[in-house]
C-alpha cells in the first residue's frame, strides 16, 4: 500500500493555447490519501504550463462536481469555497472526482484561429476556416475534468468509470496498481460513441519541474496507449471540436482532462518545490 504523501501542484496547456482563452484544470494536493483524511482539491488556470493561477471556484457555473467512490456519488457542488475544497474521504479505495464546467467562449481573428486549429489537429474544421472570408471567429467551449486518487488501498473500478459525460476520457487500467514500464489504455467518447483519430496529448510532470509530452491518436475503437514510463503526475488532454449549431458561436468545443499519480517506490517528495511549482497559495 502507497501511504507517500505526494503533494503537487501542475498545470498543462497545449501550444494551442498560447494563441486563446486560459484553461482550467483540477487538481489534489495530494493523490494518496488515508480513510477520514482530507482531501484538498484546486481549480487552477493557465496559458502556460510553467505558470499558473487559482482559479475561483463558483457553484452558479459550475454544472456537476461529484466524488464517486465504490458505488456512492457525492455531490460537491456546495462544499467548495474559492478555489480550494475541503472533503474528509470516508473510505478506502480508488475515488474518482469529477467536474463539468458551464460552456465559456472565445473569440480570436482568422489567423490566431487558424493556428489555434492547426495546434491542435483540427483538420476538418482548418479547411472550413481556410474556406471563409470570416475575420473574427467565436468558439464556445465545455470543459470536463476527472482526477483519480488512492484512499488507502488502490481498490475498487471506480478507475474505468463511465460516467456519461458528452466528451470523455476513460481508463482501462488502475494506474495505481501498476508497476513501472506498464502499459495504460484509454478510451476517447463523444456522446457515448468511440472517437477515432482523436488527438490525445500526454503529459508527464516529474520530480524537479521536468515535463514529458506525448502525442497519443485514437485508433478506429477510441484507444490510445502509453506507458507508465516515469514517476509523476500524468494528464491526459483532448479536445473535440465541431462546427456550432447555435448561432451565439461559429465552433463549439468540448475539452476533456485526466489526470492521476503514478509512484513504483513510494518515496515521491511531498511538496510542491520539489515539483517546480513553489508555494501558490
Same mark, same amino acid.
Given at each position: 500500500m502507497k501511504n507517500v504523501?505526494?503533494?503537487?501542484?501542475i498545470l %498543462?496547456?497545449?501550444?494551442? %493555447?498560447?494563441?486563446?482563452?486560459?484553461?482550467? %484544470?483540477?487538481?489534489?494536493?495530494?493523490?494518496?490519501?488515508?480513510?477520514?483524511?482530507?482531501l484538498n482539491l484546486h481549480l487552477l488556470q493557465s496559458t502556460d504550463f510553467s505558470k499558473e493561477t487559482g482559479a475561483p471556484y463558483q457553484s452558479v457555473k459550475t454544472q456537476k462536481f461529484a466524488f464517486y467512490q465504490g458505488n456512492k456519488t457525492t455531490d460537491l457542488t456546495g462544499k467548495a469555497q474559492d478555489s480550494i475544497l475541503n472533503y474528509k474521504t470516508p473510505e478506502e479505495g480508488l475515488a474518482l472526482i469529477d467536474i463539468v464546467s458551464e460552456t465559456g467562449s472565445n473569440?480570436?481573428?482568422?489567423?490566431? %484561429?487558424?493556428?489555434?486549429?492547426?495546434?491542435?489537429?483540427?483538420?476538418?474544421?482548418?479547411? *472550413?476556416?481556410?474556406?471563409?472570408?470570416?475575420l473574427y471567429?467565436?468558439? *464556445?467551449?465545455?470543459?470536463?475534468? *476527472?482526477?483519480?486518487?488512492?484512499?488507502?488501498?488502490?481498490?475498487? *473500478?471506480?478507475?474505468?468509470?463511465e460516467i456519461g459525460e458528452q466528451y470523455e476520457i476513460i481508463l482501462q487500467q488502475n494506474p495505481y496498481k501498476m508497476n513501472y514500464g506498464d502499459d495504460v489504455s484509454a478510451i476517447v467518447k463523444f456522446k457515448g460513441q468511440p472517437v477515432t483519430d482523436a488527438t490525445v496529448m500526454l503529459y508527464v510532470k516529474t520530480v524537479g519541474g521536468s515535463i514529458f509530452p506525448?502525442?497519443?491518436?485514437?485508433?478506429?475503437?477510441?484507444?490510445?496507449?502509453f506507458k507508465l514510463s516515469r514517476e509523476g503526475i500524468y494528464i491526459l488532454?483532448?479536445?473535440?471540436?465541431?462546427?456550432?449549431?447555435?448561432k451565439t458561436a461559429?465552433?463549439?468545443?468540448?475539452?476533456?482532462?485526466?489526470t492521476f499519480a503514478f509512484s513504483s517506490n513510494n518515496d515521491l517528495p511531498n511538496s510542491y518545490k520539489e515539483f517546480g511549482f513553489g508555494d501558490v497559495h
Open positions: 504523501r505526494l503533494f503537487v501542484l %498543462f496547456v497545449l501550444p494551442a %493555447f498560447k494563441t486563446s482563452a486560459q484553461s482550467y %484544470f483540477l487538481l489534489p494536493e495530494n493523490f494518496y490519501l488515508q480513510k477520514d483524511s482530507i473569440e480570436m481573428s482568422r489567423n490566431k %484561429f487558424l493556428r489555434y486549429l492547426n495546434d491542435d489537429a483540427q483538420d476538418k474544421v482548418t479547411e *472550413k476556416v481556410k474556406n471563409s472570408n470570416q471567429f467565436k468558439e *464556445k467551449y465545455t470543459i470536463y475534468m *476527472k482526477s483519480l486518487i488512492e484512499v488507502g488501498k488502490p481498490t475498487g *473500478k471506480i478507475f474505468n468509470k506525448q502525442k497519443l491518436v485514437t485508433d478506429a475503437g477510441g484507444n490510445i496507449y488532454y483532448s479536445k473535440h471540436l465541431e462546427a456550432s449549431t447555435d461559429d465552433f463549439e468545443s468540448w475539452r476533456s482532462t485526466y
